[in-house]
């Protein structure tokens, strides 16, 4: 029989992977070398292919690093990607400890920073802030339980203290960082054992400029 010659799938299989090829060349771009160098010409000398190419997956860079944000929020953020198995609230606080000092992480962070004064670039990512935040308040909630009655506050707590203890290192380490992560592993088993019934604890969805 001869051969039918390829599927009519196969083009749609091409363009999938020229696009992931891309956004793997923008994420390494923008974690080894920072938001700056991470222009149009940069990640499609590493990617290897054509501008045309770049520009039909992605017509612009906001574009692009918009790209890169939802591939992060989809299968880059461990903590996100993979099922919650159970575990207590000092799993919880390593879980997101171990996620801060990630790449995935610090990719979103050059972003975060870029968008501050970038008015395009803060357009392209503002629509997914909230899909991320939420996105990691329901992986961090199905791993110590939806139905605690301050779920919602002790993972906002945890998010952003450790947050900020990992940002103040970024520089240079600081000393006690550890015992930061260690003491509020005790603070949040208390907090979390505390009845907390009669608090109204709205789950966090406010946006964060």
Do not use: C, N
């Amino acid at each position: 029989m001869p051969d039918a010659g390829p599927t009519p799938r196969a083009p749609q299989s091409r363009a999938v992977a020229t696009r992931a090829r891309l956004l793997d060349a923008a994420f390494d771009s923008l974690h080894e070398e920072g938001y700056a160098a991470t222009t149009v010409g940069a990640v499609q000398a590493r990617a290897g292919v054509a501008r045309g190419t770049l520009l039909h997956h992605f017509p612009s860079r906001s574009a692009l690093m918009a790209g890169v944000v939802e591939d992060v929020v989809a299968r880059r953020l461990t903590l996100l990607a993979e099922p919650a198995t159970g575990g207590d609230w000092g799993d919880l606080v390593d879980r997101v400890w171990t996620e801060l000092q990630g790449p995935g992480y610090a990719v979103a962070l050059e972003l975060w920073v870029a968008a501050r004064t970038d008015a395009d670039l803060r357009a392209a990512l503002v629509p997914l802030q909230e899909q991320l935040f939420a996105t990691a308040h329901r992986g961090v909630g199905a791993l110590v339980g939806e139905d605690h009655p301050r779920a919602a506050l002790l993972v906002q707590f945890t998010i952003d203290l450790l947050t900020g203890a990992h940002l103040a290192g970024v520089l240079a380490p600081r000393p006690g960082a550890a015992g930061v992560v260690e003491e509020w592993k005790r603070g949040l088993r208390r907090l979390a054992a505390e009845d907390g019934h009669d608090e109204v604890l709205p789950t966090p969805s406010t946006p964060r400029g």
